[in-house]
């Protein structure tokens, strides 16, 4: 059954904001970290940021300054933040659930697309 679902996605024109959600219905238990990445057409899968259960975060460089991510414990939801986007933010962007030595569970993904 789906368990993580991203949504939030869709085109916006450089300079512009969008905020993604994740609403996690599964089992909460192991869930040391909550993240965001993205995969553009033609490459791999990358790291835009991530969450720890005590709410530290880390971004990647390419995003640190204009975007934000942030959780609901109470609605086992996160959030990404994206502001100042520029047309190299174009792809679709999954959220996942980590445990300390594993991935635990992917969302679907969600596109987001920055062009004029």
């Known amino acids: 059954q789906v368990q993580l679902v991203e949504s939030g996605g869709g085109l916006v024109q450089p300079g512009g904001s969008l905020r993604l959600s994740c609403a996690d219905s599964?089992?909460?238990?192991?869930?040391?970290?909550r993240g965001w990445y993205r995969q553009a057409p033609g490459k791999e899968r990358e790291l835009v940021a991530r969450?720890?259960?005590?709410?530290?975060?880390n971004y990647a460089d390419s995003v640190k300054g204009r975007f934000t991510i942030s959780r609901d414990n109470a609605k086992n939801t996160i959030y990404l933040q994206m502001n100042s986007l520029k047309p190299e933010d174009t792809g679709v962007y999954y959220c996942?659930?980590?445990?300390?030595?594993?991935?635990?569970?992917w969302g679907q993904g969600t596109q987001v697309t920055v062009s004029s």
């Open positions: 996942n659930a980590e445990s300390w030595f594993e991935v635990l569970r």
């Open positions: 599964g089992s909460t238990i192991n869930i040391k970290f």
């Open positions: 969450i720890s259960s005590g709410g530290n975060a």
